[in-house]
């Protein structure tokens, strides 16, 4: 069966200091991950994906996540946070035919 | 093309009467899901479209959900004698499924929220 769990609800950061929000999955077969951005009263915005190539995926707005098998985790990271940054995550991973999410991260970035 | 389409973005209504949301997908996409999202949480799968069948519906809510995609383009979701449990952000999304290279690119439209008084 596919799951996916964000570990931390919230987080909270200082503008300029280092992102990191974590994802951990479980999946019967190798997965496809994702990363999505939500805004207020918005939809879903693609960060980054991985489908099984570079294990280090870089994406917009210079996130970057790494898919580590071992550790059944892809985590995502930015070096320094800013303003706008502040959002809810999502981590979700392919099923048959469909997505499943994380319940997300709220991130607040502390000027 | 300027991505997925949802309309209304917001819609107010009365408990028990019935609603209907449109979703509009990337024209080359084949493939168009709903999901729903309640505060706080991820969103849900409900149902999705490869062209215009209707291949996995077992995850509607309830038999008051209903999809239809009628010619492989835009899709609608109703709600019928709705509850304030209906309440919530309906998410649509579509992507492209190819048969040799899986599915790519879940785009996802702005959502319709919906409010049951």
């Known amino acids: 069966a596919q799951s996916v769990t964000q570990l931390g609800s919230h987080v909270s950061v200082s503008e300029g200091a280092l992102v990191l929000l974590r994802c951990n999955y479980s999946?019967?077969?190798?997965?496809?991950l994702f990363w999505y951005v939500q805004y207020p009263n918005q939809g879903l915005q693609l960060l980054l994906k991985?489908?099984?190539?570079?294990?280090l995926v870089k994406g917009i707005n210079g996130f970057e996540a790494e898919f580590k098998k071992s550790e059944t985790s892809f985590h995502l990271t930015k070096p320094s946070a800013h303003m706008s940054d502040a959002a809810e995550y999502f981590c979700?991973?392919?099923?048959?035919?469909?997505?499943?999410f994380g319940t997300g991260t709220r991130l607040t970035v502390i000027p | 093309d300027t991505g997925v389409s949802q309309d209304p973005r917001h819609k107010i209504t009365k408990r028990g009467q019935n609603v209907t949301f449109r979703c509009d997908p990337i024209?080359?996409?084949?493939?168009l899901y709903w999901y729903r999202q309640t505060l706080g949480q991820g969103p849900e799968f409900l149902t999705y479209?490869?062209?215009?069948?209707?291949?996995?519906k077992s995850r509607l809510l309830s038999d008051r959900f209903s999809a239809e995609r009628p010619k492989g383009s835009f899709s609608t979701l109703e709600i019928q004698r709705t509850e304030q449990g209906d309440s919530a952000m309906y998410l649509c999304?579509?992507?492209?499924?190819?048969?040799?290279?899986?599915?790519?690119?879940?785009?996802f439209g702005s959502g319709t929220r919906l409010t049951v008084v």
């Open positions: 999304a579509s992507s492209l499924n190819t048969l040799t290279g899986g599915t790519y690119g879940y785009t």
């Open positions: 999946s019967s077969v190798p997965p496809y």
């Open positions: 991985y489908t099984s190539a570079a294990t």
């Open positions: 979700a991973l392919t099923g048959a035919n469909n997505l499943f």
């Open positions: 024209s080359e996409h084949n493939r």
């Open positions: 479209f490869q062209n215009e069948a209707q291949l996995e």
